[in-house]
Protein backbone atom coordinates (compact mmCIF):
# COMPACT_ATOMS: atom_id res chain seq x y z
CA UNK A 1 0.00 0.00 0.00
CA UNK A 2 1.90 2.95 -1.34
CA UNK A 3 2.11 6.16 1.14
CA UNK A 4 0.37 9.96 0.18
CA UNK A 5 2.67 13.07 0.92
CA UNK A 6 1.69 15.30 3.64
CA UNK A 7 -0.20 18.09 1.94
CA UNK A 8 1.44 21.21 0.75
CA UNK A 9 1.01 24.25 3.05
CA UNK A 10 -2.41 25.74 3.02
CA UNK A 11 -4.24 22.59 2.19
CA UNK A 12 -7.15 21.58 3.74
CA UNK A 13 -6.08 17.79 4.64
CA UNK A 14 -8.50 17.05 7.92
CA UNK A 15 -11.99 18.08 9.04
CA UNK A 16 -12.91 16.74 12.32
CA UNK A 17 -16.37 16.53 12.48
CA UNK A 18 -18.55 16.32 16.23
CA UNK A 19 -22.65 15.82 16.50
CA UNK A 20 -24.03 18.08 18.91
CA UNK A 21 -27.55 18.12 20.80
CA UNK A 22 -27.22 19.59 23.79
CA UNK A 23 -23.51 19.21 24.55
CA UNK A 24 -22.78 22.41 26.14
CA UNK A 25 -21.00 20.78 29.07
CA UNK A 26 -18.01 18.84 27.51
CA UNK A 27 -18.05 20.65 23.64
CA UNK A 28 -15.73 23.22 24.76
CA UNK A 29 -13.18 20.49 26.16
CA UNK A 30 -13.85 18.63 23.24
CA UNK A 31 -13.16 21.24 20.54
CA UNK A 32 -9.97 22.49 22.33
CA UNK A 33 -8.78 18.80 22.31
CA UNK A 34 -9.04 19.35 18.91
CA UNK A 35 -7.94 22.12 17.91
CA UNK A 36 -4.40 21.37 20.25
CA UNK A 37 -4.40 18.34 17.74
CA UNK A 38 -4.22 20.07 14.90
CA UNK A 39 -1.51 22.53 16.09
CA UNK A 40 0.85 20.20 17.57
CA UNK A 41 0.73 17.93 14.61
CA UNK A 42 1.09 20.64 12.12
CA UNK A 43 -2.12 19.55 9.89
CA UNK A 44 -3.96 22.07 7.94
CA UNK A 45 -8.08 21.16 9.29
CA UNK A 46 -10.59 22.31 10.74
CA UNK A 47 -13.51 21.86 13.35
CA UNK A 48 -16.96 21.43 12.64
CA UNK A 49 -19.82 21.08 14.84
CA UNK A 50 -22.80 19.78 13.27
CA UNK A 51 -25.76 20.95 15.33
CA UNK A 52 -28.86 18.82 15.27
CA UNK A 53 -31.13 21.64 17.13
CA UNK A 54 -29.58 22.22 20.43
CA UNK A 55 -31.39 23.95 22.95
CA UNK A 56 -28.74 25.30 24.95
CA UNK A 57 -25.67 27.18 24.42
CA UNK A 58 -23.62 24.75 22.46
CA UNK A 59 -23.94 26.61 19.10
CA UNK A 60 -22.21 29.98 20.69
CA UNK A 61 -19.70 28.15 22.68
CA UNK A 62 -18.82 26.35 19.14
CA UNK A 63 -18.42 29.69 17.62
CA UNK A 64 -16.91 31.64 19.93
CA UNK A 65 -13.96 28.72 20.10
CA UNK A 66 -13.73 29.45 16.08
CA UNK A 67 -15.41 26.14 15.09
CA UNK A 68 -17.37 26.25 12.29
CA UNK A 69 -21.19 25.60 13.15
CA UNK A 70 -23.48 23.46 10.97
CA UNK A 71 -26.83 23.33 11.37
CA UNK A 72 -28.71 20.02 10.89
CA UNK A 73 -32.40 20.70 10.79
CA UNK A 74 -33.38 16.55 10.20
CA UNK A 75 -33.22 14.86 13.66
CA UNK A 76 -30.99 11.82 14.52
CA UNK A 77 -27.21 10.76 14.98
CA UNK A 78 -26.76 9.65 11.77
CA UNK A 79 -28.29 12.91 9.66
CA UNK A 80 -26.40 15.02 11.71
CA UNK A 81 -22.95 13.57 10.57
CA UNK A 82 -24.05 13.42 7.52
CA UNK A 83 -24.34 16.97 7.36
CA UNK A 84 -21.53 17.61 9.50
CA UNK A 85 -19.67 15.51 6.96
CA UNK A 86 -21.17 16.78 3.61
CA UNK A 87 -19.89 20.27 4.46
CA UNK A 88 -16.24 19.48 5.32
CA UNK A 89 -13.50 20.75 3.54
CA UNK A 90 -10.73 18.41 4.37
CA UNK A 91 -9.48 15.22 2.33
CA UNK A 92 -9.76 13.30 5.29
CA UNK A 93 -12.80 13.14 8.40
CA UNK A 94 -12.68 12.58 11.76
CA UNK A 95 -15.63 12.37 13.40
CA UNK A 96 -16.29 11.68 16.98
CA UNK A 97 -18.80 12.05 20.21
CA UNK A 98 -18.62 15.42 21.60
CA UNK A 99 -19.51 14.67 25.05
CA UNK A 100 -15.82 14.34 26.10
CA UNK A 101 -15.52 9.90 25.91
CA UNK A 102 -12.87 10.17 23.12
CA UNK A 103 -9.34 11.56 22.71
CA UNK A 104 -9.06 13.57 19.98
CA UNK A 105 -5.50 13.63 20.47
CA UNK A 106 -5.40 10.74 18.51
CA UNK A 107 -6.23 12.55 15.17
CA UNK A 108 -2.61 12.01 14.04
CA UNK A 109 -2.80 8.33 14.09
CA UNK A 110 -5.86 8.46 12.53
CA UNK A 111 -4.73 10.84 9.36
CA UNK A 112 -1.05 8.28 9.32
CA UNK A 113 -3.05 5.35 8.53
CA UNK A 114 -5.11 7.42 6.21
CA UNK A 115 -1.89 8.39 4.54
CA UNK A 116 -0.74 5.13 4.09
CA UNK A 117 -3.50 4.69 1.56
CA UNK A 118 -6.79 3.56 3.98
CA UNK A 119 -9.79 4.52 3.54
CA UNK A 120 -11.48 4.07 6.49
CA UNK A 121 -10.00 3.40 9.78
CA UNK A 122 -11.90 2.51 12.88
CA UNK A 123 -10.85 2.73 16.61
CA UNK A 124 -10.98 -0.06 18.59
CA UNK A 125 -12.43 0.59 22.46
CA UNK A 126 -11.87 -3.22 23.35
CA UNK A 127 -8.31 -3.21 21.99
CA UNK A 128 -7.66 0.23 23.65
CA UNK A 129 -9.37 0.44 26.74
CA UNK A 130 -11.88 1.06 28.18
CA UNK A 131 -12.34 3.31 32.06
CA UNK A 132 -14.64 1.96 34.69
CA UNK A 133 -18.08 3.34 33.91
CA UNK A 134 -17.29 4.91 30.38
CA UNK A 135 -19.37 1.93 28.53
CA UNK A 136 -22.86 0.08 30.14
CA UNK A 137 -22.08 -3.61 31.03
CA UNK A 138 -24.89 -4.40 28.87
CA UNK A 139 -22.89 -2.61 26.14
CA UNK A 140 -19.55 -3.57 27.08
CA UNK A 141 -19.89 -7.56 27.83
CA UNK A 142 -23.49 -8.22 25.26
CA UNK A 143 -24.02 -5.51 22.87
CA UNK A 144 -21.21 -4.22 21.26
CA UNK A 145 -19.30 -7.79 21.09
CA UNK A 146 -22.55 -9.60 19.68
CA UNK A 147 -23.44 -7.10 17.17
CA UNK A 148 -19.69 -6.59 16.08
CA UNK A 149 -19.39 -10.41 15.62
CA UNK A 150 -22.48 -10.96 13.95
CA UNK A 151 -21.30 -8.10 11.38
CA UNK A 152 -17.99 -10.47 10.76
CA UNK A 153 -20.08 -13.65 10.35
CA UNK A 154 -22.89 -12.05 7.99
CA UNK A 155 -20.11 -9.59 5.71
CA UNK A 156 -16.91 -10.43 6.75
CA UNK A 157 -16.11 -7.34 7.80
CA UNK A 158 -12.36 -6.85 9.71
CA UNK A 159 -13.37 -4.63 12.59
CA UNK A 160 -13.62 -5.85 15.97
CA UNK A 161 -15.82 -2.53 17.35
CA UNK A 162 -18.06 -2.13 14.72
CA UNK A 163 -20.20 0.77 16.46
CA UNK A 164 -16.77 3.15 18.18
CA UNK A 165 -18.08 6.32 17.58
CA UNK A 166 -14.19 7.71 16.81
CA UNK A 167 -13.03 6.90 12.63
CA UNK A 168 -11.74 8.54 10.20
CA UNK A 169 -12.20 8.16 6.70
CA UNK A 170 -11.44 9.53 3.12
CA UNK A 171 -13.70 12.34 2.15
CA UNK A 172 -13.86 10.44 -1.48
CA UNK A 173 -14.91 7.31 0.11
CA UNK A 174 -17.64 8.65 2.18
CA UNK A 175 -19.03 10.03 -0.53
CA UNK A 176 -18.90 6.62 -2.50
CA UNK A 177 -20.36 5.23 0.26
CA UNK A 178 -23.83 7.41 -0.83
CA UNK A 179 -24.88 6.29 3.10
CA UNK A 180 -29.00 6.22 3.73
CA UNK A 181 -29.63 6.12 7.39
CA UNK A 182 -30.55 8.84 10.18
CA UNK A 183 -30.13 7.28 13.29
CA UNK A 184 -27.58 4.74 15.22
CA UNK A 185 -27.74 2.65 12.30
CA UNK A 186 -25.51 4.74 10.32
CA UNK A 187 -22.26 3.76 12.33
CA UNK A 188 -23.22 -0.11 11.10
CA UNK A 189 -23.92 1.02 7.23
CA UNK A 190 -20.68 2.96 7.13
CA UNK A 191 -18.43 -0.35 7.85
CA UNK A 192 -20.69 -2.60 6.38
CA UNK A 193 -20.95 -0.90 2.77
CA UNK A 194 -17.44 0.02 2.89
CA UNK A 195 -16.79 -3.66 2.79
CA UNK A 196 -19.53 -4.43 -0.02
CA UNK A 197 -17.87 -1.78 -1.97
CA UNK A 198 -14.30 -3.16 -1.42
CA UNK A 199 -12.87 -0.17 0.32
CA UNK A 200 -9.64 -0.69 2.64
CA UNK A 201 -10.35 -0.52 6.29
CA UNK A 202 -8.06 -0.77 9.11
CA UNK A 203 -8.42 -0.76 13.06
CA UNK A 204 -6.47 1.22 15.54
CA UNK A 205 -6.59 0.47 18.99
CA UNK A 206 -8.19 3.58 21.21
CA UNK A 207 -8.99 4.44 24.70
CA UNK A 208 -12.69 5.24 25.98
CA UNK A 209 -12.95 7.58 28.68
CA UNK A 210 -16.22 8.36 30.44
CA UNK A 211 -18.06 11.05 29.68
CA UNK A 212 -18.52 14.93 31.04
CA UNK A 213 -22.06 14.78 31.12
CA UNK A 214 -24.42 15.24 33.73
CA UNK A 215 -27.43 14.27 31.86
CA UNK A 216 -28.45 10.98 30.77
CA UNK A 217 -26.85 10.21 27.10
CA UNK A 218 -28.59 9.89 24.15
CA UNK A 219 -27.82 6.10 23.90
CA UNK A 220 -30.71 3.98 24.26
CA UNK A 221 -28.79 0.44 24.81
CA UNK A 222 -31.68 -1.86 23.99
CA UNK A 223 -33.40 -0.10 21.74
CA UNK A 224 -30.50 1.39 19.66
CA UNK A 225 -29.03 -2.25 19.54
CA UNK A 226 -31.82 -3.35 17.99
CA UNK A 227 -31.81 -1.20 15.58
CA UNK A 228 -28.56 -2.15 14.71
CA UNK A 229 -28.99 -5.79 15.17
CA UNK A 230 -32.13 -5.36 12.24
CA UNK A 231 -30.02 -3.40 9.91
CA UNK A 232 -27.79 -6.06 9.81
CA UNK A 233 -30.19 -8.44 9.09
CA UNK A 234 -32.39 -6.67 6.60
CA UNK A 235 -28.96 -5.74 5.31
CA UNK A 236 -27.90 -9.55 4.94
CA UNK A 237 -31.23 -11.52 2.82
CA UNK A 238 -29.09 -13.98 2.76
CA UNK A 239 -29.05 -15.01 6.19
CA UNK A 240 -32.39 -13.57 7.34
CA UNK A 241 -34.28 -15.47 4.15
CA UNK A 242 -32.52 -17.36 1.49
CA UNK A 243 -30.50 -19.94 4.09
CA UNK A 244 -33.36 -20.90 6.29
CA UNK A 245 -35.63 -20.47 3.15
CA UNK A 246 -33.23 -23.26 1.23
CA UNK A 247 -33.06 -25.68 4.05
CA UNK A 248 -36.86 -25.49 4.75
CA UNK A 249 -37.66 -26.14 1.12
CA UNK A 250 -34.91 -28.55 0.45
CA UNK A 251 -35.66 -30.52 3.45
CA UNK A 252 -39.93 -30.58 2.64
CA UNK A 253 -38.93 -31.75 -0.99
CA UNK A 254 -36.61 -34.37 0.03
CA UNK A 255 -39.03 -35.68 3.13
CA UNK A 256 -42.35 -35.14 1.37
CA UNK A 257 -40.75 -36.86 -1.60
CA UNK A 258 -40.08 -40.31 -0.01
CA UNK A 259 -43.61 -40.10 1.16
CA UNK A 260 -45.39 -39.78 -2.33
CA UNK A 261 -45.55 -43.47 -2.48
CA UNK A 262 -46.53 -44.85 0.61
CA UNK A 263 -45.73 -44.53 4.24
CA UNK A 264 -42.41 -44.77 5.31
CA UNK A 265 -41.00 -46.59 8.79
CA UNK A 266 -37.90 -45.12 10.32
CA UNK A 267 -37.24 -46.86 13.51
CA UNK A 268 -40.15 -48.39 14.38
CA UNK A 269 -41.92 -44.36 13.77
CA UNK A 270 -43.93 -44.76 10.73
CA UNK A 271 -44.54 -41.36 8.69
CA UNK A 272 -47.45 -40.68 6.63
CA UNK A 273 -49.67 -38.31 5.29
CA UNK A 274 -49.63 -36.21 8.28
CA UNK A 275 -45.62 -35.85 8.13
CA UNK A 276 -46.92 -34.94 4.12
CA UNK A 277 -48.69 -32.34 4.97
CA UNK A 278 -46.18 -30.71 7.04
CA UNK A 279 -43.24 -31.11 4.58
CA UNK A 280 -45.61 -29.36 2.05
CA UNK A 281 -45.90 -26.23 4.62
CA UNK A 282 -41.81 -26.16 5.16
CA UNK A 283 -41.99 -26.16 0.94
CA UNK A 284 -44.24 -23.29 0.74
CA UNK A 285 -42.64 -21.59 3.93
CA UNK A 286 -38.73 -22.10 2.50
CA UNK A 287 -40.25 -20.60 -1.01
CA UNK A 288 -41.83 -17.70 0.37
CA UNK A 289 -38.58 -17.21 2.64
CA UNK A 290 -36.53 -17.46 -0.60
CA UNK A 291 -38.64 -15.00 -2.75
CA UNK A 292 -38.32 -12.32 0.36
CA UNK A 293 -34.19 -12.99 0.55
CA UNK A 294 -34.98 -11.72 -3.81
CA UNK A 295 -37.20 -8.81 -2.60
CA UNK A 296 -35.02 -7.36 -0.15
CA UNK A 297 -31.98 -7.64 -2.09
CA UNK A 298 -33.79 -6.13 -5.04
CA UNK A 299 -35.19 -3.35 -2.48
CA UNK A 300 -31.46 -2.63 -0.86
CA UNK A 301 -30.61 -1.69 -4.59
CA UNK A 302 -32.99 0.23 -5.63
CA UNK A 303 -32.79 2.52 -2.77
CA UNK A 304 -28.79 2.76 -3.12
CA UNK A 305 -28.44 1.19 0.75
CA UNK A 306 -26.05 -0.93 -1.11
CA UNK A 307 -24.47 -1.93 -4.67
CA UNK A 308 -25.20 -4.66 -6.59
CA UNK A 309 -21.46 -7.23 -7.08
CA UNK A 310 -21.23 -8.04 -10.66
CA UNK A 311 -22.31 -12.08 -9.84
CA UNK A 312 -25.83 -10.77 -8.28
CA UNK A 313 -26.38 -8.19 -11.12
CA UNK A 314 -25.80 -11.05 -13.61
CA UNK A 315 -29.39 -13.18 -12.16
CA UNK A 316 -30.79 -10.01 -11.14
CA UNK A 317 -31.20 -9.38 -14.75
CA UNK A 318 -32.85 -12.77 -15.68
CA UNK A 319 -35.57 -12.07 -13.10
CA UNK A 320 -38.65 -10.68 -15.16
CA UNK A 321 -42.28 -10.52 -15.13
CA UNK A 322 -42.50 -12.66 -18.14
CA UNK A 323 -40.41 -15.09 -16.70
CA UNK A 324 -42.24 -15.40 -12.73
CA UNK A 325 -45.21 -15.51 -15.00
CA UNK A 326 -44.34 -18.48 -17.28
CA UNK A 327 -42.45 -20.68 -14.33
CA UNK A 328 -45.63 -19.55 -11.71
CA UNK A 329 -48.44 -20.58 -14.62
CA UNK A 330 -46.29 -23.92 -15.07
CA UNK A 331 -46.11 -24.81 -11.77
CA UNK A 332 -50.47 -23.85 -11.27
CA UNK A 333 -51.32 -25.67 -14.18
CA UNK A 334 -49.43 -28.82 -12.70
CA UNK A 335 -50.96 -28.30 -9.22
CA UNK A 336 -54.28 -28.01 -10.74
CA UNK A 337 -53.50 -30.82 -12.94
CA UNK A 338 -52.93 -33.03 -9.76
CA UNK A 339 -55.73 -31.39 -7.83
CA UNK A 340 -58.38 -32.50 -11.29
CA UNK A 341 -56.73 -36.06 -11.01
CA UNK A 342 -57.87 -36.53 -7.51
CA UNK A 343 -61.44 -35.20 -8.29
CA UNK A 344 -61.27 -37.76 -11.04
CA UNK A 345 -60.19 -40.34 -8.65
CA UNK A 346 -63.09 -39.58 -5.81
CA UNK A 347 -65.32 -40.02 -9.09
CA UNK A 348 -64.19 -43.05 -10.05
CA UNK A 349 -65.29 -44.20 -6.28
CA UNK A 350 -68.35 -42.83 -6.99
CA UNK A 351 -68.01 -39.90 -4.39
CA UNK A 352 -67.92 -41.82 -1.73
CA UNK A 353 -65.35 -42.52 0.88
CA UNK A 354 -61.65 -43.00 0.25
CA UNK A 355 -58.89 -44.15 1.87
CA UNK A 356 -57.25 -40.67 3.00
CA UNK A 357 -53.84 -42.22 2.66
CA UNK A 358 -54.36 -42.61 -1.04
CA UNK A 359 -56.40 -39.19 -1.66
CA UNK A 360 -54.25 -37.17 -0.19
CA UNK A 361 -51.15 -38.24 -1.80
CA UNK A 362 -52.91 -36.33 -4.86
CA UNK A 363 -54.49 -33.63 -2.76
CA UNK A 364 -51.03 -32.12 -1.09
CA UNK A 365 -49.18 -32.11 -3.89
CA UNK A 366 -51.56 -30.39 -6.24
CA UNK A 367 -52.34 -27.93 -3.84
CA UNK A 368 -48.66 -26.91 -3.02
CA UNK A 369 -47.92 -26.67 -6.47
CA UNK A 370 -51.00 -24.62 -7.40
CA UNK A 371 -49.93 -22.33 -4.42
CA UNK A 372 -46.52 -21.68 -5.44
CA UNK A 373 -47.45 -21.14 -8.78
CA UNK A 374 -49.55 -18.29 -7.68
CA UNK A 375 -47.47 -16.97 -4.91
CA UNK A 376 -44.37 -17.02 -7.93
CA UNK A 377 -47.09 -14.74 -10.30
CA UNK A 378 -47.52 -12.47 -7.03
CA UNK A 379 -44.27 -11.94 -6.17
CA UNK A 380 -42.93 -11.68 -10.03
CA UNK A 381 -45.77 -8.66 -10.76
CA UNK A 382 -44.33 -6.93 -6.82
CA UNK A 383 -40.45 -7.77 -7.94
CA UNK A 384 -41.33 -5.67 -11.38
CA UNK A 385 -42.87 -2.59 -9.56
CA UNK A 386 -39.55 -2.78 -7.25
CA UNK A 387 -37.60 -2.73 -10.40
CA UNK A 388 -39.44 0.41 -11.82
CA UNK A 389 -36.96 2.89 -13.33
CA UNK A 390 -37.91 5.62 -10.92
CA UNK A 391 -35.61 9.28 -10.40
CA UNK A 392 -34.27 9.41 -7.19
Same mark, same amino acid.
Given at each position: ?????????? !?????????????????????????????????????????????? +?????? &??????????????? &???? $????????????????????????????????? /???????????????? !? !????????????????????????????????????????????????????????? !???????????????????? /?? +?? $????????????????? /????????????????????????????????????????????????????????????????????????????????? $?????????????????? &?????????????????????????????????????????????????????????????? /??
Amino acid at each position: MNSEPIPAHG !EMELSIVLPCLNEAETLEACIQEAQAALRNAGIVGEIIVADNGSSD +DSRAIA &GALGARVVAVATRGY &GSAL $RGGITAARGRFVLMGDADGSYDFREALRFVEKL /REGWDLVMGNRFAGGI !E !EGAMPWKNRHLGNPVLSGLGRILFDAPCRDFHCGLRAFRKEAFIRLDLQTDGMEFAS !EMVIKAKLLGLRTAEIPIKL /RR +DG $RKRPPHLRPWRDGWRHL /RFMLLFSPRWLFLYPGVLAAAGGLVCGGALLSGPVRVHGVEFDVHTLLFCAVAVLLGAQSIAFAIMTKVYSIQAGLQPAPA $REAAWLRWISLELGLAVG &GMLALLGLGLSLGALAYWRAKGFGNLDPGGLLRWVIPGGTLLTLGMQTILVSFFLSILTLPL /RR
